[in-house]
């Protein structure tokens, strides 16, 4: 008879073991606060400018959110976070958290970035994939005109083919290390390039191993059919696909654009066809495992207990190489670390830049969980769990 699954998101002990009582402490400070629209709202109007008038709030920003979500200021103090999570069975996707700076001379800049992050994760089981966004190699309105299909002149060809020799230099680096090169996802209006870019990686970098991963939004209602289509065109070109399932991160701004231009919303119509598709898309990537890479990058409870209770079924190692389940850093620890500990492969998106850089990253961040119903009392109430549990 086979043995039943053994993993629960509710024990706090494996959840919360890697933090002192006073990180613990700090956590419920800052969820109860986050839990607070009006005060987000403030925060994302205040904190730039005052930054722009110069006065000293990096310290607040630096002892409370950024602490809380991010890995650090620098990838040497980002890699100590890493080792850290290792100690529990965590693996990191490195994530330069600086929003992208216009202009030729800074997508350049940014590559070396990536490269270093790269040969740092080569050979280290604890840093398994490393995380880029287009928009930081390409200027936004020139990815709008191609996903427009309108034709370029001759100086935007010169352009383009300079955003794809940035992003193949980082992948290349990236199959060279054999680590896993995370292709996040854009707004919609612009996803049709970033989408040929990480085929074409994907079709240069992983024909032995899933290096390359494209990311489907699951709360997009055309992006399960996308996936499908996807899976049958690297399986007719011989390539493994890399499939990064997440529900989305830009639902009211693109709500909100779909409006303005009176076209019809890319958005599900509610969050119960987005749950549907993205259980419905792991089952389709967990059915083909021999021939695609899955990246499970979700806070939902029951899409990660589908897959795990899935895997198990199927006799597959809670260990597959071809599977990580994956959360954000600060947050889903009861996720995380009780998948960890069950043995499944798990990795935390880990941010990492300079304070003021990253902080418009930390402001989008606390305005998506204001917006997801129910995150924060989760969060919250599991903290409040365990430091009962310590009598703290």
């Not at 989305?248 to 009176?262: D, P």
């Not at 021939?291 to 597959?320: D, R, W, Y």
């Amino acid at each position: 008879m086979e043995k039943q699954l053994s993993l629960s998101f509710e024990n706090t002990a494996i959840a919360f073991e890697h933090m002192s009582d006073k990180a613990l402490k700090r956590a419920n400070f800052l969820f109860s606060n986050i839990g607070r629209p009006w005060l987000v709202k403030f925060g994302a109007f205040a904190t730039p400018l005052a930054f722009k008038l110069g006065l000293p709030v990096k310290g607040i920003i630096k002892n409370t959110i950024f602490n809380q979500f991010c890995g650090g200021e620098s990838l040497e103090e980002a890699v100590h976070a890493a080792e850290e999570l290792g100690k529990f069975g965590v693996g990191v996707a490195l994530d330069y958290g600086v929003e992208a700076l216009d202009g030729e001379e800074n997508y350049d800049k940014a590559v070396p970035e990536f490269l270093r992050a790269i040969r740092y994760a080569a050979g280290k089981p604890h840093i398994p994939f490393v995380a880029i966004k287009v928009t930081g190699f390409a200027r936004f309105s020139l990815l709008e005109k191609l996903h427009r299909n309108e034709t370029l002149t001759a100086e935007e060809q010169g352009e383009f083919t300079r955003v794809k020799e940035r992003i193949r230099t980082i992948a290349s680096a990236a199959a060279k290390a054999k680590v896993g090169l995370l292709i996040d996802a854009e707004e919609s209006w612009v996803q049709q390039p970033v989408d040929d870019l990480a085929d074409e990686m994907m079709a240069l970098c992983n024909r032995e191993h899933t290096i390359v991963y494209n990311t489907f939004q699951l709360y997009r209602h055309d992006r399960l059919e996308f996936l499908q289509a996807s899976f049958e065109k690297a399986a007719a070109a011989g390539y493994l696909l890399g499939a990064k399932l997440v529900r989305g991160a830009y639902m009211e701004k693109e709500r909100r654009r779909a409006e303005e231009q009176s076209y019809t919303s890319p958005i599900q119509p509610n969050k119960e066809a987005a749950d549907d598709d993205y259980d419905t898309a792991i089952r389709f990537c967990i059915d083909r495992l021999d021939k695609l890479g899955l990246f499970i990058g979700t806070h939902n409870e029951e899409s990660c207990m589908l897959a795990a209770e899935l895997l198990h079924e199927k006799g597959v190692p809670h260990n597959h190489p071809r599977v990580s389940f994956s959360q954000l850093y600060g947050m889903s620890d009861n996720i995380t670390f009780n998948l960890a500990h069950a043995g499944y492969r798990v990795s935390k998106y880990l941010p990492y830049g300079p304070v003021q850089d990253v902080t418009p990253y930390l402001i989008r961040r606390a305005q998506e969980n204001t917006s997801i119903a129910g995150q924060m009392g989760r969060e919250l109430s599991l903290i409040r769990s365990e430091m009962k549990r310590r009598g703290i």
